[in-house]
């Protein structure tokens, strides 16, 4: 048994120590390129990174700061790749992480980091950190050093496609989803004009949200499928780090949606998702991805603003918890707003919202990692002292994960508050 396993954290497959480490460096450095390397190069010490994170802000721990998750991988890149690298090596300036060090990194990489970016746009010096995390997530899944949940969805998902089901399956649960929900979900279509994902939880636990898709999406005389080829909008591979999983999984969503002449691709309301297939594809077709990928958040707004769908407004004060990857990575802070007022919400923003909003504290497979959960909570509270602060009497996000993370949250701290999908509110309130 490794020194790893033996520790308690948790190891794959049956690599020696020194293969791990070996492992490990090859991944950190596999597809760091220049920009990276000018990234880790630029640290000035300045410490607003800590100041941004909430899993530094609300422990107060140093190991937290996020620039300091980035060391082994700078460390392998100093020895490696560096333009000094034979001198680093020869002369032992910069040691090589050993297994302890992995080890311990795990931890800051996985439990502690939800790639949430907001240490990236505190930085004065424009590193992104939340994307260096990610490529150090890659090193230490090469070296078999993922957290057990995150390594048993990977596995599940290299097999069925899917985290949630093998796709063989599919039409199954549409049709038991569109019988509870009393909608039509059209799957497997030979032709289509709009191929609709799901995340994994609308699978099984959050059918109502797919099935209010399907309701505004049939309500338009839209001609649109799912499909058992491409339907899980699953960020499995960008979390874990498992680069070659993602893009198996990013390439059958746009694949499909070639096939059945689709020219959208609609993304459920998971960050990650959208992350991982609205911004990642390009690197797996090296340009624009060939179908339009877009946001259900989008949608919506955009199908509000043509006049295709009419909502009823609804008269009462609203918060609204921006998810990271939509609004501060993905860029769409404005459009949630738009049909937040469309629905008729008096809004009343949290103190810190849109870009600079602070995460849920399960994104980037926090919430899946239940080792992880202690500290989860402590993030956790940090939302909701912001929540209670507004005074609002609804509170509504548009991720099912960001959801499911605050839901996790709730219960824990016995905080009898809903959260709300932007989604179902749209389709609980279309008018006539
Ligand atoms: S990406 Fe978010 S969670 Fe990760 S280190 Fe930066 S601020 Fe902290
Ligand atoms: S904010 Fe940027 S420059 Fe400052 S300590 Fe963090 S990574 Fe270094």
Same mark, same amino acid.
């Given at each position: 048994?490794?020194?790893?396993?033996?520790?308690?954290?948790?190891?794959?497959?049956?690599?020696?120590?020194?293969?791990?480490?070996?492992?490990?460096?090859?991944?950190?450095?596999?597809?760091?390129?220049?920009?990276?390397?000018?990234?880790?190069?630029?640290?000035?010490?300045?410490?607003?990174?800590?100041?941004?994170?909430?899993?530094?802000?609300?422990?107060?721990?140093?190991?937290?700061?996020?620039?300091?998750?980035?060391?082994?991988?700078?460390?392998?890149?100093?020895?490696?790749?560096?333009?000094?690298?034979?001198?680093? !090596?020869?002369?032992?300036?910069?040691?090589?992480?050993?297994?302890?060090?992995?080890?311990?990194?795990?931890?800051?990489?996985?439990?502690?980091?939800?790639?949430?970016?907001?240490?990236?746009?505190?930085?004065?010096?424009?590193?992104?950190?939340?994307?260096?995390?990610?490529?150090?997530?890659?090193?230490?899944?090469?070296?078999?050093?993922?957290?057990?949940?995150?390594?048993?969805?990977?596995?599940?998902?290299?097999?069925?496609?899917?985290?949630?089901?093998?796709?063989?399956?599919?039409?199954?649960?549409?049709?038991?989803?569109?019988?509870?929900?009393?909608?039509?979900?059209?799957?497997?279509?030979?032709?289509?004009?709009?191929?609709?994902?799901?995340?994994?939880?609308?699978?099984?636990?959050?059918?109502?949200?797919?099935?209010?898709?399907?309701?505004?999406?049939?309500?338009?005389?839209?001609?649109?499928?799912?499909?058992?080829?491409?339907?899980?909008?699953?960020?499995?591979?960008?979390?874990?780090?498992?680069?070659?999983?993602?893009?198996?999984?990013?390439?059958?969503?746009?694949?499909?949606?070639?096939?059945?002449?689709?020219?959208?691709?609609?993304?459920?309301?998971?960050?990650?998702?959208?992350?991982?297939?609205?911004?990642?594809?390009?690197?797996?077709?090296? /340009?624009?991805?060939?179908?339009?990928?877009?946001?259900?958040?989008?949608?919506?707004?955009?199908?509000?603003?043509?006049?295709?769908?009419?909502?009823?407004?609804?008269?009462?004060?609203?918060?609204?918890?921006?998810?990271?990857?939509?609004?501060?990575?993905?860029?769409?802070?404005?459009?949630? !707003?738009?049909?937040?007022?469309?629905?008729?919400?008096?809004?009343?923003?949290?103190?810190?919202?849109?870009?600079?909003?602070?995460?849920?504290?399960?994104?980037?497979?926090?919430?899946?990692?239940?080792?992880?959960?202690?500290?989860?909570?402590?993030?956790?509270?940090? /939302?909701?002292?912001?929540?209670?602060?507004?005074?609002?009497?609804?509170?509504?996000?548009?991720?099912?994960?960001?959801?499911?993370?605050?839901?996790?949250?709730?219960?824990?701290?016995?905080?009898? /508050?809903?959260?709300?999908?932007?989604?179902?509110?749209?389709?609980?309130?279309?008018?006539?």
């Amino acid at each position: 048994m490794s020194a790893v396993a033996a520790a308690g954290f948790d190891a794959q497959g049956e690599l020696g120590d020194d293969a791990r480490v070996a492992a490990a460096m090859r991944g950190f450095l596999r597809d760091l390129g220049a920009t990276g390397a000018l990234h880790l190069d630029a640290c000035v010490r300045c410490g607003q990174c800590a100041k941004a994170c909430h899993f530094h802000t609300t422990t107060g721990e140093a190991k937290y700061t996020p620039i300091y998750k980035l060391e082994p991988l700078r460390r392998a890149w100093l020895r490696e790749a560096s333009p000094f690298a034979p001198l680093v !090596r020869a002369l032992g300036w910069v040691k090589p992480p050993g297994i302890d060090e992995l080890h311990e990194w795990q931890e800051l990489l996985y439990d502690s980091c939800t790639l949430c970016g907001r240490c990236t746009l505190a930085c004065p010096m424009g590193i992104d950190i939340a994307e260096l995390v990610k490529q150090a997530r890659h090193g230490l899944f090469e070296a078999g050093l993922v957290p057990a949940r995150l390594a048993l969805m990977d596995r599940a998902a290299r097999q069925w496609g899917s985290t949630a089901t093998p796709g063989e399956d599919l039409p199954d649960i549409l049709a038991e989803v569109a019988a509870e929900h009393g909608v039509e979900i059209p799957c497997d279509l030979e032709r289509a004009d709009i191929l609709v994902t799901a995340a994994p939880a609308e699978l099984s636990d959050h059918t109502k949200s797919l099935a209010d898709a399907a309701k505004i999406l049939n309500r338009i005389g839209a001609r649109w499928t799912m499909h058992r080829e491409g339907f899980d909008a699953s960020n499995i591979g960008y979390n874990n780090g498992d680069i070659a999983l993602q893009e198996k999984l990013t390439r059958a969503l746009v694949d499909t949606a070639l096939k059945i002449g689709a020219k959208t691709v609609i993304l459920p309301e998971c960050g990650h998702a959208y992350g991982a297939a609205r911004w990642e594809a390009a690197r797996w077709y090296g /340009k624009a991805p060939p179908v339009r990928i877009v946001h259900m958040t989008e949608y919506l707004d955009e199908l509000i603003a043509s006049g295709r769908i009419r909502v009823k407004p609804i008269a009462a004060t609203a918060t609204f918890h921006d998810p990271c990857q939509i609004v501060r990575r993905g860029g769409l802070e404005a459009a949630a !707003r738009r049909v937040l007022a469309a629905l008729g919400f008096e809004l009343i923003e949290l103190a810190d919202h849109g870009l600079t909003g602070y995460c849920c504290g399960g994104g980037g497979g926090v919430v899946s990692n239940p080792r992880a959960a202690p500290l989860r909570q402590k993030v956790f509270e940090l /939302k909701r002292e912001q929540v209670q602060a507004t005074g609002a009497k609804r509170l509504v996000t548009s991720c099912g994960q960001c959801r499911i993370t605050l839901e996790m949250g709730a219960r824990q701290a016995q905080w009898d /508050k809903p959260v709300e999908s932007l989604l179902e509110l749209v389709a609980d309130n279309l008018a006539d």
